[in-house]
Each structure stands twice: as structure tokens, then as C-alpha cells.
């Protein structure tokens, strides 16, 4: 017997019943004192789902006592057992889920009802706050239980506590974030925890009033980042930690806490916003019809002045050119027009009016002449009789739009908080309409730019003549931006020169300078500091510009000029420039958009009419070298057939003669005669083959074919009988399996199509070893005939696979020497086969064979 009992092991193992017959006797059953009575046992593995978790068995007193009955009865009541088990665990697994189901629908209830109590009235009540914290602390079995609301929430700052008397409020100091336990509860941690106070080095003056509180759970009431109030519950019954589910409870309480915050918030000020919009209503009614700037300034100050109430309100805008804010027209409410010509107000460093144009928000000012700041605006706001400001920024898009500014109160009353806000609001909506109207408008310019490139890109897309192009240009730019003259260079790298393109709107003297002058990059202003102009040069009084030269001053009697370089990838092409010689003018940013993008495309039309030119001689040059190369192949292909056919004639006399001589019918041979002139027919009988191949390769075309329809069966039995004869000579079996294909038709010529076969089955013939097969196929494919020829030979060389159609090609010198040939046998075949609009190819597999195939058109009612 054993001293370890290993029949666990073996239950577990098997699955299946233990007998022991003679527990004195069978060494499976262990030694263990006080069991000497059992003489007999059966044991049963107890499996659920293949999963062992027990066993159950029974003892015998007498040896023998248990056979195969007993094993079926303990393991039927061993199922009956494992039954009871399994109902025994689901039922404690459905009671588990039934506690959880209902401990998740209590929590829900609460979070439900917390957030309806306090989203009832829209209103925070501390009696409401406390309620849903007492339930927060029954429900997780919290003794203590706090909400600490922060000003960041928007409302008062205050503690609900449960479980606490109220003198702990004043025991709660401040707590700074990441200062103690509770300033640990922020943003940026989602959930404090702690199992035992005492020990935690985070606490700093809390809970020593409280020496109950072991275990600790906080988490933090937050929107948007902002930390709005900090939760937490204390000391949990039974001195246990907090649970998973109480701090999944506690973060879903923080998430509605907050909502309800927010919503409360938002509702508070939705409701300041109405009040404020009952008198925007007028505005914006009065904004939203307007279109043009000008008409938007004039119902903005007049619609705000009376919403105010104030004697003076005007809208400033800055002027670019001299960096000073200027009011807008039509003028200002309460200010003469002399009044407002002459406010202008530099942007200065140090005064309150650049101040208020980098800030957003409003600024306003009571006691406008205690503020040093606006010092420098004291005497004219003495004489304008201003005793109070406001100002703020018409901010929208990123940008500025200008400033509204409003002054004196027409009730003497101070300037607020709210008039700020009032007015900031107003400006901001007055800002969005002004955006919205600058971009109708660049729309509607865009349009019109977009309208008169496309006019120039439509007159000039045809013409591929560099002088038609640039007449072209030059006779449309000048009517697209309302001036009378345009002229137009043409940059020389090599003499660094600006040539005499073309121009229009002159007189004659004028053209007759203009075409003989060469420009320095002196002499024009497409160009500064040696490099093209990145950005167009505008110039109102050219007469008086040091930038323009004398000869365009005075030969071309320039007033206002806009130039523009003509660029392409980054390189100088030319230069574009219009101007009037008239009157003194501007260029508004349409009109100078205008000109860039003609620029732009006139550089495009150029480059194009370049390589239109380049390409027409790269033509000219290709079709005399096409024509040269013609010529030299029909002299070649005429030189070959010639000596070809040179070649045929004393051939055919020496093989004649060789022939006679072999047969004995011009006398007797010696052996050593006949052996020579054996090798002489051979030779000269390959060099036959040779001329006639070349012969082929040259006549056969598409157009040398004598078509009609065959069934390629028929050319291919006609090949195989024509090789028969070489292939039992070299030990090889023909054999072919055409498919049914005897009745369909090819559109072809015999003659060349049985040559194909005739090439194949001998090039298959000279690789094959002795005793091997070569096979024809004939099947159908498609529109196609396709025939192959498969031998079992020496096989080809993956890397020659592409050129064994090639003429003369031998995939290497030992197999020339070997096998021989002229190597235009297939280029034969795939010359033929092409001419009949067909395809050849080949597969092949060294040491095991190859196949050879080819594809000819079937007959289609007479056509290929």
C-alpha cells in the first residue's frame, strides 16, 4: 500500500469511478491509521462541466463487496448530488444579483431624486442640499458626510454637513489645493481615498477634533475643469473601507451635484441675459437688415445712444496708413461734423485709447480726468464737455472691427457695471453683424475678381502664341481696374534686362519709346534690392515718387501706377504694370487683386507658350529622326532580303550538286569522300534553314497572311505528322488531346500557323530525352483558340523566360553547341502569331519540361 493517497489525483485525472476491491491488497489505496476496518471502496468524480470539484465515495467492510451494480448506483446518486450543488450556486448567484439589482436601482433612485430636488426651483436651498447629503450618507453607511461649495460654482460659499454638530464648520479651515486631505480633492485627481486617517500623511489639522473618523472617501464636484464644490463621506460603519460601489456612487452624486450647479447657474444668468435682450430686441432688428458698413455704423449709434441714454455715442475705426482711430461715417449722435473730422487719436503706448483697442472687454471711466492714462485726450474731452466715458471693442473673428465708445449719461447718473455689460454685449453683437457684412461683401468682391480672371483666363486659353497672348493681356487688364494704359516686360537672365513685351492705351511716340527702350531693373519697379517684389507696388503721385524712373515719369506721362512682378514657381518671368495718365488715383485691394492674379495666369500662359514652342520642334526634330529611322529599317530589311535571296540561289546549286554526288550518280565515293560531303550537306542545310528564317522574319506580316477558316486541329494534326518521323528517330511518343475542338473555326493561314507548330514541335523534339512524351492541347479560350505544346525536356531558366522570344537569343553557349539552331525559331512563331492577333508565352520548369503556348482569333461570321 501507499503512503500518499493518490486517489484525488487519479479521480481528477480520470474522470471516471475508482473501485478498490481489496483495500488490503491493491496498492492504489493508501495506509492511514484507523481505517483498517474498510476492506472495500468506490470513489465518483463529481464534474461540472468538465470541471472537478469534488468527489464522492463509499466504504465496504468485506473484500469484494462492491462490483459493477454498486458503481452505477453511487454514480447516479453522485449526479443527483452534483444536480443539488448546481441548483444550491445559481441560487446564491440569483439571490447575489438580485441584491445588486437592487442596491444599483436604490442608487439610481437617489441620484434621480437628488437631481430632481434640486433642479425643482432652479434655486440652491441648503435645506435641499442637506436632505440629498443625509441620503448620500445612509445610503453608503457614512457616519459623516460634507459638501463644501466653492465660489467657482457661482454661488455663495457654504457647508452642508451630516453627522456633525455645527460647531465643526468653524473647525474646517481653508483648504488650498494639494494642502491636507481635503485639498487633495481637485481637478486633477478624480477620487481621494483613505483606509486609515491616522496613519495618512495627507491629513493636516483634520479630524484631530473628530478622533472617530478612520476611513475616508472625497471626490470632486467639477464642469469644464472648474472645481465647483468638494464631497466627501467619513468614517464608514463597521469600521470598514469604502467599496468600489461607494466610490462609483460618490463620483455619479459629484457628476449630478455638478449638473444641477451648472443648470442652476446657466438658468441665473439666461435670466439676466432676457433682461438685457428686451433691449436689444430694437438693435438687432434694426442691424439685421442693414448691408452696406457705412449704413450698419449709422443704425448702431443711433439705436445704442437711445438705449443708453446718452448724449454722445460714436464708432471709431482705425486708418491703417497713419495708425490713428478715426470715427466712421455718417457722424457720431451729438457731434458736429467739424466735431468729427477732427478726432483723430494716435495709438499710442501710453494712453487708455490702445489700451481699450487690445482689450476685449469694456472700459469705463466716472472721473475721466483722474485717470492718467487718458491725459493726453483731457483738453479735447474738456471741449467736447464729456464728464463720463465708456469704450469698448468691436470684437469678432479674432479681429477688431473697430471701437463704440458712448459718453454722459443724459440722467447724470454714474456709468455701471451692467451699463458695461449692456454695452459690451451690444458691441460684441454689432461686431458679429459688421463681420458678417465685410464678408458679404469680400464675397461679392471675390466674386468679381474671380469673374474678371476668368474673363482673362477664357480670352487667353486658346491662344498658344507668346505675342497674341501678351496683346491680349495687355488689352484687358487696363478696362478691368479703370485705367487707360498697361505695359508689359519680358525678364532676360542672361543680359539681366527687362525686354519690351507689349503694351496698350499708349500714343504712338509712346509705343515707339517703349518698344526701343531695354529696362535696367532700375528702371522699372518690379523689382527691389535685386530680388522680385514679393507684393504689389502701389504708387498714387508716381510724378513725385522717388521710386519711379524719369523715363516713365515723362515718356509715359505716369500719375498713379500699380506693378506687379510676373512670377512663376518663385522665378522672375516678366513684370505687369497699369497706371492712369490722367488723374492721381488709388488701388483697392480688389483692383490690386485683379492685377496679381492676371500676373499670375499670364505667368502660367507663358510658361505654356514656351513649351508649346519647345515641344513643336522637339516634334519637328522627332518626325525627321522617325523618318531617318524608317529609311534605315527598309534599307536594312531590302539589304537582308537581298542577301538572303543571293544567299538562296548558290545554296540550293551546292546542295544540289552534294545531293548527286551522295547517291553516286556522278561517280563512286571513297568512305572519307562521303563523310565530307555528309558534313557539307548539314552545314549547308542549316545555313538554309538560316537564310529561310530570315526571310520569314521579314515578309511575315498582317498583311502577307492568306486567311481563311481552318480548324487549327487540322494544322496541327498536319505539324505532328510532319515530325512524326524525327521524333521515333529520337525515342519520343507524340500524342494530342484536343478537346472537342475539331469543328471550331480559326481565321488564318495554314501554311504560317502549321510553321508555328512545325517550330515548336521541333524546338520540344531537340530538348527531349529519349522516352519521353510531347503533347499538343487545342482547347477553347474565350475568343481565342489556344494550342500548346508540352514536352518533358531539359526545361528553361526562370531569368531567360523573358527573352526566349527574342531573335537569336540562346539562353547559353552550351546549349548551342549541344542542340544547335539558328535561335529565330520562336521569334518566328511569335512574329506569326502576333500578325494573326494572337499571343504566345511560355512556362517551363527546369529539369521537368516546358510549355510552349499560343492564342489565335476564332472565326466570327468571317471576322477576327
Known sequence: MLSVDTRMEVLRSTGRPLLIADTHHDPRWPALAGWEY??????????????????????????????????????????????????????QEAEQATTKLAA??????????????????????????????RWMAELTQARYCALHLLPASGHQERFIIYGMDESYRSMLPPHPEGVGILGHISPSASVVRSDDLSKDPRVQGFPPHHPRMHTFLGVPVTAQGRLLARFYLADKQGGNPFTAEDEALAKAFAVTVATALENIRLFQESQQRLRELKGLYEISRALGMVIEPEELYGQI?????????????????????????????????????????????????????????????????????????????????????????????????????????????????????????????????????????????????????????????????????????????????????????????????????????????????????FFHRRCRPTDVPYMTEGAPRRTPLVIRDAQSSPQVSGWLRQEMAVRSLLAVPILSKDHLVGGLLVYDSRTLRTFSEQEIAIVTGIAHQTAIAIENARLYQELQKRAQELERAYEELKDLDRMKSEFIQNVSHELRTPLTFVRGYVELLLSGDLGPLNQRQRESLEIVAAKSGRLAELVNDVITLQTVDADSLERRDIPLSLVARSAMRGAAAKAKEAGLILKESFEEQEKTLVYGDPHRLEQVFDNLLSNAIKFSSPGSTITVRIRDDGDFVRAEVEDQGIGIPEEALPHIFDRFYQVDGSTTRRYEGTGLGLAIVKQIVEAHGGTVGVESWVGEGSRFWFTVPKHQNGET
Not at 444599483?104 to 434655486?123: G, I, P, V
Request: glycine share 6%; aromatic share 6%; hydrophobic share 45%.
Open 301 to 513: 449709434v443711433a439705436q445704442i445712444a437711445e438705449l443708453m441714454d446718452v448724449e454722445m455715442c460714436a464708432i471709431f475705426t482705425l486708418d491703417p496708413d497713419r495708425g490713428e482711430m478715426l470715427i466712421c461715417q455718417p457722424p457720431a449722435v451729438g457731434l458736429t461734423p467739424e466735431q468729427v473730422a477732427q478726432l483723430r487719436f494716435p495709438l499710442r503706448a501710453d494712453t487708455g485709447l490702445q489700451l481699450a483697442w487690445q482689450e476685449t472687454g469694456p472700459r469705463w471711466a466716472n472721473e475721466p480726468y483722474q485717470e492718467k492714462d487718458l491725459a493726453p485726450f483731457w483738453d479735447m474731452m474738456r471741449q467736447l464737455g464729456i464728464r463720463q466715458i465708456l469704450g469698448c471693442n468691436l470684437w469678432s473673428g479674432h479681429r477688431s472691427w473697430g471701437m463704440l465708445a458712448v459718453a454722459n449719461k443724459r440722467d447724470g447718473s454714474e456709468i455701471t457695471e451692467a451699463d458695461a455689460r449692456l454695452v459690451s454685449t451690444l458691441a460684441h453683437q454689432a461686431a458679429a453683424i459688421l463681420e458678417k457684412v465685410h464678408f458679404q461683401r469680400r464675397q461679392r468682391q471675390e466674386a468679381e475678381i474671380t469673374a474678371a480672371l476668368l474673363e482673362v483666363s477664357q480670352a487667353i486659353n486658346d491662344l498658344i502664341q507668346l505675342g497674341d497672348i501678351l496683346e491680349r493681356v495687355a488689352q484687358i487688364t487696363p478696362s478691368l481696374v479703370g485705367c487707360d494704359c498697361c505695359l508689359i516686360h519680358l525678364w532676360d537672365a542672361d543680359q539681366e534686362l527687362f525686354l519690351p513685351a507689349e503694351a496698350a492705351g499708349l500714343t504712338p511716340e509712346q509705343r515707339e519709346h
Open 38 to 91: 474498510v476492506r472495500c471502496w468506490i470513489g465518483v468524480p463529481l464534474l461540472d462541466s468538465h470541471r472537478f470539484i469534488g468527489i464522492l465515495s463509499v466504504d465496504g467492510a468485506e473484500p469484494a463487496g462492491y462490483g459493477e451494480e454498486e458503481i452505477s448506483i453511487v454514480s447516479a446518486f453522485a449526479q443527483q448530488v452534483l444536480l443539488a450543488l448546481q441548483r444550491f450556486h445559481a441560487q
Open 104 to 133: 444599483n436601482a436604490q442608487r439610481m433612485s437617489l441620484l434621480y431624486e437628488t437631481s430632481h430636488l434640486l433642479l425643482s426651483h432652479l434655486q440652491l436651498d441648503d435645506e435641499k442640499l442637506e436632505q440629498v447629503v
